[in-house]
């Protein structure tokens, strides 16, 4: 309804040539970068459907960089109830925009010349709504086919990842590994990375394993498994330091997650059918730049405790 009434356009309008010269950016990534913390990585994109199919590669990497790199306002209560400090949650999301940003362009910097760089150029519709019920009603259709194509991406990567958990755990038991599953194997290889974080030695395994749980399921599994009863009936956080504890709650607070890939690609397809191809190739690549955009807000805060 918004776009139809002409309030995106004016945006784009009117900032683009702002976001050009302080973050040398195209007015229509950086409006999704900037609303991905408010709506989410699902979402976001909503604002610029009509400019999605026009996005340069970098543009659409730039995006969804910036879904994986936050959490949305809509979960935000989720996390407060798993005992999460509310603080620490908005402002890593504020600080993950313009380092998700920055990230994005030196992993795959602009080589076309976008659309809404300074300047705004009317896309082709893709739709054309006679009036605002008309608008309302093509925008409850976008959403029902964005939440069936989410969740049927979700079903299969989840499966997948099931799977490769089931055949590591069958192939452990035959050299004495317990439990030998992508989360514990994603925790030794992320201990370097968590000590560089900040993270005193003594909570390095734990906060490296908390990361890896995080990338494999999702952020609310790894918060409810930093507040639940671990490790002999004892809460996880009161075994961590208060600042790993901080960095802890930090690092992990973005989409960046397997799950997360399957719904980019999910909603990015279902708007733009004709770039599949690309988002399917470039999400990896800004899920884990995303990730890495969440995990430096940590390190900044580990800087100034």
């Known amino acids: ?47 610029v459907k009509d400019y999605l199919p026009h996005m340069t590669n970098s543009e659409i990497h ?14 935000l209560q989720g996390y407060i109830a798993l005992g999460v400090d509310p603080k620490n949650i908005i402002t890593a999301c504020i600080m993950s925009i313009p380092c998700s940003l920055a ?4 992993r795959y910097p602009e ?19 006679v009036n605002v019920l008309h608008a309302i009603g093509n925008g ?15 079903i299969a990567v ?64 790894a918060y409810q498994h930093l507040n639940s009863a671990t490790d002999g009936g004892k809460i996880l956080r009161d075994q961590l330091s208060p600042r ?8 992990l607070c973005g989409f960046g997650n397997l799950s997360s890939i399957a719904q980019q690609i999910g909603s990015l397809g279902a708007l733009a059918p004709t770039r599949k191809s690309e988002f399917s190739r470039l999400a990896l690549s800004a899920c884990i730049t995303g990730s890495i955009a969440t995990t430096l807000t940590a390190a900044i805060i580990s800087m100034v405790m």
């Open 158 to 221: 989840i499966s997948i990842v099931n799977l490769a958990d089931f055949l590591l755990t069958w192939l452990g038991q035959f050299v004495s590994i317990q439990n030998l599953t992508m989360e514990l194997i994603l925790g030794y290889v992320l201990y370097p990375y968590v000590w560089l974080l900040g993270v005193p030695k003594a909570d390095v395994t734990r906060v490296a394993q908390l990361l890896g749980l995080k990338f494999i399921s999702n952020e609310f599994v």
């Open 140 to 154: 409850a259709a976008i959403g029902m086919n964005l939440s069936l194509l989410i969740a049927a991406n979700l």
């Open 1 to 47: 309804m918004v776009y139809y009434l002409g309030g995106i356009q004016w945006m784009l309008r009117y900032m683009g040539k702002g976001f050009q010269w302080l973050l040398d950016t195209s007015g229509a990534e950086s409006i999704v970068a900037a609303a991905s913390p408010f709506l989410g990585q699902a979402e976001n994109v909503l604002l």
């Open 111 to 129: 080589t076309e010349e976008p659309l809404t760089r300074g300047k705004i150029i009317e896309p082709p519709r893709s739709t054309e709504e």
């Open 103 to 106: 990230l994005s362009k030196m």
């Open 244 to 251: 790993a504890l901080v960095i802890s709650e930090f690092a």
């Open 62 to 75: 730039t995006c969804m960089t910036a879904g994986f790199a936050t959490v949305s306002g809509s979960v």
